[in-house]
């Protein structure tokens, strides 16, 4: 499954063969226990998402709920997005480090972890990424990167 049509989470997870479903609840419930106070558990581009609700932060550029993670089962793996680990370089490079020491299989790419196996992902450093940014961090994050992506007149 690349995309799914899921309008719910428990929908999405039921469309999952039995072992991505047990994989994926683990990484889920390893996620609603670090996420900070603000976010929303919900399905946003077919995939399980965890985000700011619009009613809070509406001044998105797409007109969609601000992210801090996602999960979503693909063709050949599953993944995991944490968008708030590469918003900085030092961040980024702390997750990385990190990573590489838990010993665990490392498949990374520009927005998130892929994991063939449970086993591959080192759930407690997942949980660490997902608590590390409140809901006010992340609006300043996502603010000061539109900011300087706007082109100058």
């Known amino acids: 499954m690349v995309s799914s049509k899921a309008t719910t989470v428990a929908e999405y997870l039921k469309e999952l063969p039995e072992d991505r479903r047990k994989a994926l609840n683990a ?3 390893v996620i609603r ?3 900070p ?6 399905m946003t581009f077919g995939m399980i ?8 932060f509406p001044e ?17 793996y599953m993944a995991v997005y944490l968008n708030n680990i590469y918003s900085e370089p030092a961040t ?12 665990k ?10 994991f063939r196996k449970l086993e591959d992902l080192p759930l407690e450093l997942i949980g660490e990424a997902v608590a590390m940014t409140s809901k006010e961090e992340l ?6 990167a539109r900011k300087s992506s706007r082109r100058k007149k």
Not at 105 to 114: A, E, F, L, Q
Request: include cysteine; hydrophobic fraction near 30%.
């Open 27 to 29: 990484v889920r419930k």
């Open 33 to 35: 226990e670090n996420l």
């Open 37 to 42: 106070k603000g976010f929303e558990e919900g």
């Open 49 to 56: 998402t965890y985000y700011i609700p619009l009613k809070d």
């Open 60 to 76: 998105t550029y797409n007109g969609q709920p601000l992210g801090t993670a996602a999960l979503a089962s693909q063709k050949n």
């Open 92 to 103: 980024t490079k702390w997750f990385m480090e990190r990573y590489k020491a838990t010993g």
């Open 105 to 114: 299989r490392m498949d990374i790419g520009k927005s998130c972890v892929r």
């Open 139 to 144: 609006i300043k994050l996502y603010e000061d």
